[in-house]
């Protein structure tokens, strides 16, 4: 059973963001970020070392969130990516660790010459 079960989930759609309630912490957590750190197979592999670097993930957006039993979401993502399974303690992590997260992210993307597209919300 999740530790870290949310008391809120709500998302903006025009934002394309997922907003997160754990308690007092709160969370908001990009579309774009979500699925750059998708637990699927397809983006982290099935070991370590075998991650996918995602790119051109700027406009995605959620089309839909699939309740996996009491533990988890299925989010259905626009660019037809719907493999990953969030669990609570999953989604808190991202939440709690975003700035650490997506620094690694922007310094992958920088590592592999990809410039990233800035979008207007």
Request: hydrophobic share 35%; aromatic share 10%; charged share 30%.
């Amino acid at each position: 059973m999740s530790q870290n079960t949310p008391t809120e989930l709500h998302l903006h759609q025009r934002s394309r963001v997922l907003e997160l309630a754990f308690g007092e912490e709160r969370f908001r957590l990009s579309c774009e970020y979500l699925r750059v750190h998708s637990p699927s197979a397809e983006v982290m592999g099935h070991g370590p070392g075998e991650e996918t670097l995602q790119v051109g993930k700027e406009d995605v957006a959620i089309d839909a969130i699939e309740p996996v039993g009491h533990y988890a979401v299925k989010l259905v993502f626009s660019d037809g990516h719907d493999t990953g399974i969030y669990s609570w303690d999953y989604l808190y992590e991202l939440g709690r660790d975003f700035e650490m997260r997506w620094q690694r992210y922007l310094d992958r993307l920088k590592e592999a010459g990809v410039e990233r597209k800035v979008t207007e919300n």
